[in-house]
T-cell receptor
Framework: GNSVTQMEGPVTLSEEAFLTINCTYT??????LFWYVQYPGEGLQLLLK?????DKGSNKGFEATYRKETTSFHLEKGSVQVSDSAVYFC??????????????FGRGTSLIVHP | DTEVTQTPKHLVMGMTNKKSLKCEQH?????MYWYKQKAKKPPELMFV???????INESVPSRFSPECPNSSLLNLHLHALQPEDSALYLC????????????????FGSGTRLTVV
């Protein structure tokens, strides 16, 4: 079946440090890949996405590249800010049921950024 | 309008109460979802509606009863809940895509924080 594996957190960084959160997946076919972010007390927000191999998704300084050969979609940011502190979820879509695509989420990785 | 609005934001209910959670979106999305999220865990899928019809029920206990009265609204009726049902309940919506892959992603509401006492 489909699954997503994320690195275990929390990840603790100082402001302006480089961020990498690892995500690997197992899936049949050609899933789309997503990163969602959840700030404290809020729902999930779509951060970025990629729908085919070698696509790079980017948003708010975050980037992730769809690597089919390594089945990975690692999240990176060159210089993190305190405001980036949140939980980050990697997700893939699985085949439709009734026309709706269902995401499979990773466990989530908590990021804590200190001033 | 690019939001999913959930009400109430917080709800405390007794085990014998009946309450409802509401979700609304005006993005023209025809797929809507209910998720349950416990602390420090990913969201767990409960129900999926596609074109206002229930397409997925992930073996959710009958004390949770979903309803989709129209293409913009999604309700979750609660009755005789247990303390272990306390969680953040998230609503989401997405386009229904006939293509080979999902490309649009999902739009989530901010959730209802439910406490069962």
């Amino acid at each position: 079946g489909n699954s997503v594996t994320q690195m275990e957190g929390p990840v603790t960084l100082s402001e302006e440090a480089f961020l990498t959160i690892n995500c690997t997946y197992t899936a049949t076919g050609y899933p789309s890949l997503f990163w969602y972010v959840q700030y404290p007390g809020e729902g999930l927000q779509l951060l970025l996405k990629a729908t085919k191999a070698d696509d790079k998704g980017s948003n708010k300084g975050f980037e992730a590249t769809y690597r089919k050969e390594t089945t990975s979609f690692h999240l990176e940011k060159g210089s993190v800010q305190v405001s980036d502190s949140a939980v980050y979820f990697c997700a893939l879509s699985r085949p439709p049921s009734g026309g709706s695509y269902i995401p499979t989420f990773g466990r989530g990785t908590s990021l804590i950024v200190h001033p | 309008d690019t939001e999913v609005t959930q009400t109430p934001k917080h709800l405390v209910m007794g085990m014998t109460n009946k309450k409802s959670l509401k979700c609304e979106q005006h993005m023209g999305h025809r797929a809507m979802y209910w998720y349950k999220q416990k602390a420090k865990k990913p969201p767990e899928l409960m129900f999926v509606y596609s074109y206002e019809k229930l397409s997925i029920n992930e073996s959710v206990p009958s004390r949770f009863s979903p309803e989709c009265p129209n293409s913009s609204l999604l309700n979750l009726h609660l009755h005789a809940l247990q303390p272990e049902d306390s969680a953040l309940y998230l609503c989401a919506s997405s386009q229904v895509e006939g293509s080979y892959q999902a490309t649009s992603g999902y739009t989530f509401g901010s959730g209802t924080r439910l406490t069962v006492v």
